[in-house]
């Protein structure tokens, strides 16, 4: 077995003492030019690699970055874990990931991750209560994808939601569609900006807000099949359905298929997300874009720029109406 390279190697190799090494491998200051270069040849010569778990041991700094979320089996966050993970992969940081799922409240998940040395936290959904995101945001860097919590909007990652929904709504309306359905969740800014926008096309054009056609459900697959379930099975008339994610699109078309109702002949839907897997539905899914891939890299840049005591500008991230086969303009016959 090749034996494995340690600091005192290297010391020895560079002609200081193992102290030195350290002071390098660190990022000291304390360690003049020409020492430096000769404990870089020196790592270099000989590959050595330094041990991430004894340097933590050593300075009680585990460099790590701790993300909740809330769902590990939704497209849409998978997404966002992705540019996550690319974008802390090439700094000096680790990822570790905890699901509240798991737990019986999402703040047994981050003490989780404080408790296994998280030095910031990026919140992606399934937040617990603002009060307690304050109070997490006054110990640690902390950056919140996709909702606005009250007196830390400094450091939420938003993208144009309300525009989103309107862009949506109104590619409906202007198809000559009017009874518009909309479901999704209600529980984080971003959705209740999603159905404002909607809600605001429809008042545009001086059409009614249904109520009725209202109705709150989860981001996923089965909620969409349900809810769809429970607007034909209590005969409520509409020609589309705007979903506020696609998850939730896919799960309306597969109940509207089992109805025998076609898309879009039947009933136009539209989602919102644009994940990877929306052009591949059948019919291929309208969706509004929102940049999923931006959302990790952003939110990774600020937490390394929290610690190291600068203060970020998180922007408010465009949307764009993606038009593909699932809409169409309604048909009054069926």
């Known amino acids: 077995m090749k034996k494995r390279i340690t600091i005192t190697d290297v010391a020895r190799e560079a002609g200081v003492v193992p102290s030195t090494v350290s002071n390098v491998v660190n990022g000291s200051k304390n360690v003049t030019p020409e020492t430096r270069e000769a404990v870089l040849q020196a790592i270099a010569k000989l590959n050595y690699q330094p041990n991430p778990v ?19 089996t939704s497209t849409y966050h998978n997404v966002v874990l992705a540019s996550i993970e690319g974008s802390i992969a090439v700094s000096d ?10 737990y019986r409240e999402p703040i047994h998940a981050i003490d989780l991750l404080l408790q296994r040395g998280a030095e910031a936290i990026i919140c992606l959904a399934g937040y617990p209560k603002d009060e307690r995101l304050l109070t997490l945001a006054s110990r640690i860097p902390l950056v919140v994808i996709n909702s606005l919590v009250p007196r830390l909007e400094n450091r939420c990652l938003t993208v144009d939601d309300e525009n989103g929904g309107y862009l949506a709504a109104r590619h409906l309306i202007a198809l000559g569609h009017e009874r518009i359905a909309y479901m999704g969740a209600r529980h984080y800014s971003g959705a209740v900006a999603r159905q404002m926008g909607y809600q605001r ?11 009725s056609l209202i109705i709150s459900g989860e981001d996923n697959a089965d909620s969409g099949y349900r809810l769809t379930g429970r607007l034909l099975n209590q005969g ?14 896919y799960g309306v078309m597969s109940r509207l298929h089992h109805a025998r109702l076609r898309v879009p002949e039947d009933v136009s839907v539209v989602g919102y997300d644009d994940t990877p897997h929306s052009q591949y539905a059948i019919p291929p899914l309208t969706t509004v874009r929102q940049p999923i891939s931006m959302l990790g890299e952003i939110a990774v840049k600020a937490v390394i720029a929290i610690l190291s005591g600068q203060e970020p ?22």
């Not at 096309?201 to 109520?211: F, I, K, Q, S």
């Not at 409520?236 to 699109?249: C, K, L, Q, S």
Request: proline content about 5%; hydrophobic content about 50%.
């Open 93 to 102: 940081y680790h990822l570790m990931i905890a699901c509240s799922e798991s």
């Open 201 to 211: 096309a429809l008042a545009e054009r001086g059409l009614t807000v249904d109520p």
């Open 54 to 72: 004894a340097r933590a041991l050593i300075s009680g700094r585990y460099r790590m970055i701790g993300v909740l979320t809330s769902a590990l």
């Open 313 to 334: 500008v998180l922007p408010v991230l465009p949307v764009e109406l993606v038009e593909r086969a699932s809409t169409a303009a309604p048909n009054f016959h069926r």
């Open 236 to 249: 409520h008339r509409f020609t589309a359905i705007m979903a506020a994610n696609d998850e939730t699109a």
